[in-house]
Structures are given as structure tokens and as C-alpha cells.
């Protein structure tokens, strides 16, 4: 794919696109955009335009999607922003507004095309890509994610609640030169027990991760499978017994300093016994809707809330000194 800036008549193109994109949405209960929201903006686009930053990816010769690649933030994207750690202004892109011709929606393109407005940012020089997009989408928040989109929580934008998200593009590069080569060192599991409406998980007390929130779990003893292991590391940390968990993940930890980690995530929702407390680990159930993100490992508020929805995943995750600095994620829904 090719990403350039629209002449006049793709700019044209580009403002049917999102009207008529605004009209799906609005057909489907998506709350992003709205053809009334649309109209003011013409005005703003065309600004965009004429400095140049509103780009087309093309399929071949063909246009199939828009975008704005704005690499100074507005004074309304600076205060959304204002929280978060500066980003040098020359190695920032903002990214605006993407949207997809009507006829090339689906079929995987909205993530290729993302792909070439992250490598036409690359072409400028810029490392870090920022978006935002409205925090009760019950999409694009879980699209930018499993592209390897950061969220760096919500605040109010033009009086609506967005989700701000970043991609370190450097780390990302880095990620997909590493994966080809990369072996696990040590295997770990977790199990999540979901019931009426509540996981339980664990403070951890000693070992890996020690201090943190997370699921029960461990490493595997001579021949042990993962689901083998996660029983026992279950039954030696919180006393019960798990029923039929469920493999619903697995993960590549890929660390630049620390050792290599495969991970298998498993679900319940049966078990026998009550959880007490151990030497290994402090049990606590929370509600599905009031996780603990910020005591655990910053990879976890990207996989677990699909995971605690029933999904399965797949995740590739790049750490230095316990710092999360790029991921990507395949999730496959719940049928």
C-alpha cells in the first residue's frame, strides 16, 4: 500500500467517506462519529489539507482510505494530552480521523492500512504515533489495541470521554526483528477463576512478580504440562481446586535484559474448596469491571479484559527492566 497526500479531488472523496461512514455508525449504534458532528469539521479538513497532512492510502491505483497525519498537535490535543509524559515534538505524529472507503470495510484492510500510515509516519521521521478515539466504541479501542496501541487512559475531548492510545514505532520494529529467532527460556501459567460476575486473583508473596496483583499460577516441575501446572500451583497457592480450566491464551514474553517467558493463560468457572491465604499468595476476588490494573504487569489491561470476556488471544510482548515498550495481539472472540 501507498500513503500520499489527497489532491483536491481524494480530499472530496475523503469528506464522502467520512459522512457516509458517520451515517453507518450512527446505523449500527457506534458512538464515534455523527453526520452533524462531520459537517463543522469541512472546514478544519480542509486547513489539513491544504498544509498537506491529509494522506490517502491507495491499494495499487486504487484510494481506499483517508487519514490526517498532523505532526503538531492542536491546542485541544495538547491539553488531552497534558498528563501523559511529553513526547519530543519532532519524533510525535498525531493520527486523525481514519476512515475507510464504504466498499473496502472488513476483510483485515483497516489494520493494512493502518500498517501504511505507521510506515508513512516512519517516512517522516516520527517514532511515536498518538490517536484517540471515543472510550465507549465498543471497537476501535480493542482494533488499536491488538495493534499494539498503548492506552493512556481517559479524559474529556470536545464533550465526549476518548481513550487516548500511543505506539512506540521503534519498539514495534524492534519486536518484529526479535520474533523470528525467539526461544523461551522459562514457561509460566495463570489461571483466572470467574465467578458471579467476580475473577479471583492473587497479591503475590514470593518469586516472580512478587508484590503484584495477578492470577495464581507458576512454573511447570519435571514433565508437568502447563494445565497440569496450573492445577497444582493453584491448589499450593490458594488451596482449591480448579474444574476443566479452559486454555484461553498464550503469550511470548520477549525481554532484552531478563529471561525469555512463554505464557498459558487458563479460565475456570467451577471449583472445589475456598481460597485461603498461603505463604505463596494473598487471594481476593474483584468485580469484572473494577480489575486492578494499576498493581499489576502493564501487559495485563491489554489481553486480560478479553480474556475475562471469553475470548482467546495471542500476544507477543516486548519488555526492558519490567517496562512494557511494544506488543501485538491476535483475538479471536467468543462464538
Known amino acids: ?38 459537517k463543522p ?20 491505483n486504487l484510494p481506499i482510505a483517508g487519514a490526517l497525519l498532523t505532526p503538531s498537535p492542536s491546542k485541544e490535543h495538547e491539553r488531552l494530552w497534558i498528563d501523559v509524559s511529553p513526547a519530543n ?37 516520527r517514532s511515536c504515533v498518538r490517536l484517540d478515539c471515543v472510550a465507549d466504541n465498543q471497537f476501535l479501542p480493542r482494533f488499536y489495541q491488538d495493534a499494539g496501541y498503548f492506552p ?41 477463576v ?5 475473577v479471583l ?14 492470577g495464581p499460577g507458576g512454573k511447570p516441575e519435571g514433565t508437568e504440562t502447563p494445565l497440569q501446572c496450573v492445577l497444582r500451583e493453584t491448589l499450593e497457592e490458594v488451596g482449591i481446586e480448579a474444574i476443566d480450566p479452559k486454555l484461553h491464551g498464550i503469550m511470548r514474553f ?7 517467558w512463554r505464557g498459558y493463560v487458563f479460565v475456570a468457572d467451577t471449583f472445589h474448596g475456598e481460597p485461603i491465604e498461603t505463604i505463596e499468595a494473598i487471594p481476593q476476588w474483584f468485580s469484572l469491571d473494577d480489575i486492578p490494573y494499576a498493581e499489576m504487569w502493564e501487559d495485563d489491561r491489554i489481553w486480560l479484559p478479553q480474556v475475562l470476556a471469553g475470548a482467546t488471544v495471542e500476544g507477543d510482548f516486548l519488555f526492558t527492566r519490567g517496562h512494557l515498550r511494544a506488543h501485538q495481539l491476535v483475538t479471536t472472540r467468543k462464538t
Request: include cysteine; glycine fraction near 10%; hydrophobic fraction near 40%.
Open 1 to 38: 500500500m501507498e500513503v500520499r497526500a489527497a489532491s483536491e479531488t481524494e480530499f472530496r472523496q475523503y469528506i464522502r467517506w467520512l459522512e457516509q461512514t458517520a451515517l453507518w455508525m450512527e446505523a449500527q449504534g457506534i458512538e464515534q462519529w455523527t453526520v452533524d458532528s462531520c
Open 41 to 60: 469539521q469541512t472546514g478544519m479538513l480542509e486547513q489539513a489539507w491544504s498544509r498537506g497532512e491529509l494522506v490517502i492510502t491507495l491499494d495499487g
Open 89 to 125: 515534538s519532532g519524533t510525535t505524529v498525531y493520527l486523525h480521523k481514519m476512515v475507510l472507503a464504504p466498499d473496502f470495510r472488513g476483510a483485515g484492510r483497516g489494520r493494512a492500512v493502518l500498517g501504511a500510515l505507521e510506515d508513512a509516519a516512519r517516512a517522516m521521521n
Open 152 to 192: 493512556r487512559g481517559e479524559r474529556v475531548l470536545s464533550g465526549a470521554t476518548v481513550l487516548r492510545l500511543d505506539k512506540d514505532l521503534d519498539a514495534a520494529h524492534e519486536l518484529t526483528e526479535i520474533l523470528p529467532g525467539w526461544q523461551a527460556d522459562l514457561v509460566g501459567t495463570l489461571l483466572f
Open 194 to 198: 470467574i465467578q458471579d460476575g467476580k
Open 201 to 214: 486473583l492473587i497479591r503475590k508473596k514470593r518469586g516472580h512478580g512478587a508484590g503484584k496483583i495477578n
Open 254 to 260: 520477549v525481554d532484552t535484559v531478563d529471561p525469555q
